[in-house]
Protein backbone atom coordinates (compact mmCIF):
# COMPACT_ATOMS: atom_id res chain seq x y z
CA UNK A 1 0.00 0.00 0.00
CA UNK A 2 3.02 2.44 0.75
CA UNK A 3 4.38 1.61 -2.29
CA UNK A 4 1.09 2.26 -4.34
CA UNK A 5 0.62 5.49 -2.85
CA UNK A 6 4.89 6.58 -3.38
CA UNK A 7 3.87 5.56 -6.76
CA UNK A 8 0.81 7.40 -7.56
CA UNK A 9 2.43 10.81 -5.57
CA UNK A 10 5.18 10.87 -7.80
CA UNK A 11 3.08 10.44 -10.65
CA UNK A 12 1.38 12.96 -10.20
CA UNK A 13 4.32 15.37 -8.87
CA UNK A 14 5.32 14.92 -12.57
CA UNK A 15 1.86 15.20 -14.10
CA UNK A 16 2.06 18.72 -12.39
CA UNK A 17 5.53 19.55 -13.17
CA UNK A 18 5.14 18.97 -16.69
CA UNK A 19 1.46 20.91 -16.84
CA UNK A 20 4.22 24.01 -15.80
CA UNK A 21 7.07 23.58 -18.64
CA UNK A 22 7.62 26.05 -21.33
CA UNK A 23 7.62 25.91 -24.72
CA UNK A 24 10.66 27.80 -24.92
CA UNK A 25 9.58 31.34 -25.40
CA UNK A 26 6.97 31.76 -22.32
CA UNK A 27 8.55 34.16 -19.83
CA UNK A 28 12.00 34.50 -22.02
CA UNK A 29 13.12 37.77 -20.85
CA UNK A 30 14.68 38.44 -23.99
CA UNK A 31 11.07 38.55 -25.83
CA UNK A 32 9.53 41.90 -26.54
CA UNK A 33 7.89 43.98 -24.51
CA UNK A 34 4.59 45.09 -25.76
CA UNK A 35 1.57 46.72 -23.87
CA UNK A 36 -1.99 46.03 -25.09
CA UNK A 37 -3.43 49.00 -26.20
CA UNK A 38 -5.08 50.21 -29.17
CA UNK A 39 -6.95 47.78 -32.13
CA UNK A 40 -4.99 48.04 -35.60
CA UNK A 41 -7.52 49.64 -37.34
CA UNK A 42 -6.84 52.59 -34.90
CA UNK A 43 -3.31 52.68 -36.07
CA UNK A 44 -3.09 56.42 -37.85
CA UNK A 45 -2.24 55.97 -41.28
CA UNK A 46 1.50 56.66 -42.42
CA UNK A 47 1.70 59.71 -44.90
CA UNK A 48 4.14 59.41 -47.85
CA UNK A 49 4.11 62.79 -47.72
CA UNK A 50 6.10 63.24 -44.14
CA UNK A 51 9.80 63.14 -44.97
CA UNK A 52 10.42 61.29 -41.40
CA UNK A 53 7.92 58.44 -42.12
CA UNK A 54 9.52 57.97 -45.59
CA UNK A 55 12.87 58.04 -44.26
CA UNK A 56 12.37 54.85 -41.85
CA UNK A 57 10.64 52.92 -44.61
CA UNK A 58 13.10 49.75 -45.04
CA UNK A 59 14.66 46.87 -42.79
CA UNK A 60 15.78 47.74 -39.33
CA UNK A 61 17.88 44.91 -37.23
CA UNK A 62 18.68 44.44 -33.21
CA UNK A 63 21.67 41.90 -34.06
CA UNK A 64 22.25 40.65 -30.15
CA UNK A 65 18.02 40.23 -30.35
CA UNK A 66 18.21 38.37 -33.75
CA UNK A 67 15.10 40.64 -34.22
CA UNK A 68 14.72 42.36 -37.61
CA UNK A 69 11.96 45.23 -38.45
CA UNK A 70 10.52 45.89 -41.86
CA UNK A 71 8.84 49.36 -42.10
CA UNK A 72 6.94 49.13 -45.49
CA UNK A 73 6.03 51.66 -47.51
CA UNK A 74 2.16 51.34 -47.21
CA UNK A 75 2.64 51.63 -43.35
CA UNK A 76 2.74 48.25 -42.08
CA UNK A 77 5.46 46.29 -40.76
CA UNK A 78 6.72 42.68 -40.46
CA UNK A 79 8.65 41.63 -37.39
CA UNK A 80 11.30 38.77 -37.75
CA UNK A 81 12.24 37.70 -33.84
CA UNK A 82 14.82 34.91 -32.95
CA UNK A 83 14.41 33.04 -36.78
CA UNK A 84 11.03 33.52 -36.85
CA UNK A 85 9.98 35.25 -40.09
CA UNK A 86 6.53 36.91 -40.14
CA UNK A 87 6.65 36.93 -36.29
CA UNK A 88 4.48 39.78 -35.43
CA UNK A 89 2.96 42.34 -38.03
CA UNK A 90 0.49 45.33 -38.15
CA UNK A 91 0.71 49.21 -39.14
CA UNK A 92 2.91 51.97 -37.60
CA UNK A 93 2.83 55.75 -37.45
CA UNK A 94 5.76 58.27 -37.20
CA UNK A 95 4.45 61.36 -34.79
CA UNK A 96 7.69 63.79 -34.11
CA UNK A 97 10.30 61.69 -32.49
CA UNK A 98 8.24 58.56 -31.50
CA UNK A 99 7.39 55.54 -33.69
CA UNK A 100 4.45 53.76 -32.77
CA UNK A 101 4.05 49.67 -33.95
CA UNK A 102 0.65 48.94 -33.55
CA UNK A 103 0.31 44.96 -33.89
CA UNK A 104 -2.67 42.88 -35.46
CA UNK A 105 -2.16 41.25 -32.05
CA UNK A 106 -3.52 44.49 -30.40
CA UNK A 107 -0.44 45.11 -28.77
CA UNK A 108 1.24 48.20 -29.37
CA UNK A 109 5.38 49.20 -29.34
CA UNK A 110 6.58 52.66 -28.98
CA UNK A 111 10.19 53.81 -29.94
CA UNK A 112 11.96 56.67 -30.26
CA UNK A 113 13.86 58.18 -33.22
CA UNK A 114 17.45 59.05 -32.40
CA UNK A 115 19.87 60.22 -35.14
CA UNK A 116 19.78 57.09 -37.33
CA UNK A 117 18.43 54.55 -35.03
CA UNK A 118 15.61 53.13 -33.19
CA UNK A 119 15.24 52.97 -29.84
CA UNK A 120 12.81 50.44 -28.07
CA UNK A 121 12.79 48.50 -25.21
CA UNK A 122 14.17 45.75 -26.38
CA UNK A 123 17.41 47.19 -27.92
CA UNK A 124 18.63 50.08 -30.32
CA UNK A 125 17.70 49.21 -34.67
CA UNK A 126 20.08 50.19 -36.81
CA UNK A 127 19.57 50.29 -40.71
CA UNK A 128 19.94 46.38 -42.06
CA UNK A 129 22.76 47.43 -45.20
Known amino acids: ?72 EDGTFVQDYMGVEDFRTGKFSVEGDTITLVGDDGDNDEGKIVDDTLEFTLGTATRLK
Open 1 to 72: MYRRMTLATALLTLAVLAGCGSDGDAGDATAPTTTPTASLSEAPPVDADDPDAVALWGDWEIPAEDYVLHLI
